[in-house]
Nanobody
Framework: QVQLVESGGGLVQPGGSLRLSCVVSGGSFSTYGLAWFRQSPGTEREFVAAISFVDGSTNYAGSLKGRVTISRDNAKNTLYLQMNSLRLDDTAVYYC?????????????????????WGQGTQVTVSS
């Protein structure tokens, strides 16, 4: 059974930074395509960033590019999201997601339906 557990969320002032972590247990971490999504109240969940299991290449949502960095540590079975220059509209629940290789090959890494496994989410609140 594959489980994803996020941590690192919290309250931060505008302009601040946070690093989110997602520990994945079960399955084969190094073969998963991984991503972060987020959801603000009253909105649909949206793509933040994805990282390939093949070569570590990354993909970012245009609105966040330059402010966030996704990375993975296959030795620790952990996915990270470094977020800098946080803004009020970055307030959301952040979810990590994992996809099997076939799903990544057949789908798109920025779509929710590509991912089979999801964490419960971690709240990020940006407020002064």
């Amino acid at each position: 059974q594959v489980q994803l557990v996020e941590s690192g969320g919290g309250l931060v002032q505008p302009g601040g930074s946070l690093r989110l972590s997602c520990v994945v247990s079960g399955g084969s971490f190094s073969t998963y395509g991984l991503a972060w999504f987020r959801q603000s109240p009253g909105t649909e969940r949206e793509f933040v960033a994805a990282i390939s299991f093949v070569d570590g290449s990354t993909n970012y949502a245009g609105s966040l590019k330059g402010r966030v960095t996704i990375s993975r540590d296959n030795a620790k079975n952990t996915l990270y999201l470094q977020m800098n220059s946080l803004r009020l509209d970055d307030t959301a629940v952040y979810y990590c997601a994992a996809a099997l290789p076939l799903s990544i090959y057949q789908g798109s890494d920025d779509l929710e339906e590509t991912y089979e496994y999801w964490g419960q989410g971690t709240q990020v609140t940006v407020s002064s």
